[in-house]
T-cell receptor
Framework: DGGITQSPKYLFRKEGQNVTLSCEQN?????MYWYRQDPGQGLRLIYY???????QKGDIAEGYSVSREKKESFPLTVTSAQKNPTAFYLC?????????????FGPGTRLTVL | SQKIEQNSEALNIQEGKTATLTCNYT??????LQWYRQDPGRGPVFLLL?????KEKRKERLKVTFDTTLKQSLFHITASQPADSATYLC????????????FGAGTRLAVHP
């Protein structure tokens, strides 16, 4: 089955700790994305990557970091510098970054800071 | 700045009726507009894409319109079913280069038997 997976589904973190969210896709897509979703708000772009070994900041990159060492993988690290990290995090991929390229989303990771 | 507006209040309709959801955008001239469905606790799923030169697009019970003069897209579900209950997100996008999808907050649809 082709698709995009995220793990874990639920994640709890203590204040001051870094945590890494996993995202893997086997769709052979070049582009990958990380979004954050808060209640009543739209998806906000954190980082995106158009190709391996390259990534760009989105609208709310502060307190987050990413890497893109493999085409299939785009992990997101939520650092202690992120002031309000509790949210639902969504990873997505697309064939390209053109206007007609639709995005395929993973099931999401719900992060709670205790 | 670019702004996407969708009805924040939930839309409640009876099974069998047509649901109509609205997406308005400002400070933006998108070449395409995408619609996604999101179920609670899950990632969005792509439904339809419409181009700026297309007035209307259909897929089974779904219909999308795109009015670049009004800066508005309408999303219709005909013969609605309880299984259509979900949040629907619109996402306009441009053309050329990197085209960031800007998602609206979505409208929650509840179809009652």
């Amino acid at each position: 089955d082709g698709g995009i997976t995220q793990s874990p589904k639920y994640l709890f973190r203590k204040e001051g700790q870094n945590v890494t969210l996993s995202c893997e896709q086997n769709l052979n897509h070049d582009a990958m994305y990380w979004y954050r979703q808060d209640p009543g708000q739209g998806l906000r772009l954190i980082y995106y990557s158009q190709i391996v070994n390259d990534f760009q900041k989105g609208d709310i990159a502060e307190g987050y970091s990413v890497s893109r060492e493999k085409k299939e993988s785009f992990p997101l690290t939520v650092t202690s510098a992120q002031k309000n990290p509790t949210a639902f995090y969504l990873c997505a991929s697309s064939r390209g970054v053109g206007g007609t390229d639709t995005q395929y989303f993973g099931p999401g990771t719900r992060l709670t800071v205790l | 700045s670019q702004k996407i507006e969708q009805n924040s209040e939930a839309l409640n309709i009876q099974e069998g009726k047509t649901a109509t959801l609205t997406c308005n955008y400002t400070n933006y001239s998108p070449a395409y507009l995408q619609w996604y469905r999101q179920d609670p606790g899950r990632g969005p799923v792509f439904l339809l894409l419409i181009r700026e030169n297309e007035k209307e697009k259909r897929k089974e019970r779904l219909k999308v319109t795109f009015d670049t003069t009004l800066k508005q897209s309408l999303f219709h579900i005909t013969a609605s079913q309880p299984a259509d209950s979900a949040t629907y997100l619109c996402a306009p996008t441009g053309s050329g280069g990197y085209n960031k999808l800007i998602f609206g907050a979505g409208t929650r649809l509840a179809v009652h038997p």
